[in-house]
């Protein structure tokens, strides 16, 4: 799935720990990634938890799209933070989940909570 997301491939997401209903990854913050008053973006971020919570839900084979997601900012992330973005998954039924998303910095300050509402569309994530 990384192979094709490009996004995620441009922020430089390694992902550290993957397994059902479960992704961590990490990615330093550059200065391409700050805003203007040199914090990271706040789509930056989501877009993170985002990819975590994809990476999360679609780790059973089958085909999961977010049909909601909020995210709440705790603190300003900054250029060279190594951001550690861990997605657990809560609840999965037949056709949707709900997966909890913290991003922590170097300092396991908390810097951004997401909670994220997947359906399950029942197709397989990648082609034959």
């Given at each position: 799935m990384l192979a094709e997301d490009h996004f995620s491939r441009w922020i430089g997401i390694i992902i550290d720990?993957?397994?059902?209903g479960y992704c961590r990854l990490k990615f330093t913050v550059?200065?391409?990634?700050?805003?203007?008053f040199g914090i990271a973006h706040g789509g930056l971020l989501f877009s993170v938890a985002d990819s975590a919570f994809a990476f999360a839900c679609n780790s059973r084979g089958l085909l999961s799209v977010a049909l909601d997601a909020n995210i709440s900012y705790v603190k300003s992330a900054i250029e060279g933070?190594?951001?550690?973005?861990?997605?657990?998954?809560l609840h999965?039924?037949?056709?949707?989940?709900?997966y909890d998303v913290c991003i922590?910095?170097?300092?396991?300050?908390?810097?951004?909570?997401?909670?994220?509402t997947a359906y399950n569309?029942?197709?397989p994530v990648c082609k034959e």
């Open positions: 720990e993957h397994r059902v550059r200065q391409e990634m700050l805003n203007g933070d190594i951001l550690t973005v861990e997605a657990k998954e999965s039924g037949n056709k949707t989940g709900f922590t910095n170097e300092h396991n300050e908390t810097i951004a909570l997401f909670r994220g569309t029942g197709k």
